[in-house]
């Protein structure tokens, strides 16, 4: 069975938010760090994990993605702080997908 996430990067704490969907977050997280592909999150620096979530079916996860991505900012930044309270780079932690 695949995986799929919906993901959200912000710039820094209360910064940019960027929102997207991925089969393989490790390895798209890496692409945003690195600035592997112009765009959006190269252009505002938008390297921070701050939120990510687990689907097992693409349809839900691209559901989730466009409704998250329709809401008002505040809902976004509630949604993070409900979870990461300091913004934390979720990517740095220690175990992060097994990485």
Known sequence: MKNYYIYIMASQKNGTLYV??????PQRI??????AVEGFTDKY????LVYYELFNDIRDA????K???????EW???MIEKVNPNWD???LQPGFMGV
Do not use: F, P, Q, Y
């Not at 997207?20 to 977050?25: D, E, Y």
């Not at 620096?45 to 921070?48: G, I, L, R, Y």
């Not at 691209?62 to 993605?65: M, P």
């Not at 409704?67 to 900012?73: C, D, L, S, T, V």
């Open 89 to 91: 780079d979720l990517s």
């Open 76 to 78: 976004k930044i509630n």
């Open 67 to 73: 409704r998250i991505k329709k809401w008002r900012r």
């Open 20 to 25: 997207g969907v991925t089969g393989n977050l």
């Open 45 to 48: 620096n938008v390297t921070m």
């Open 30 to 35: 890496e692409a945003h760090k690195s600035h």
């Open 62 to 65: 691209l559901a989730a993605e």
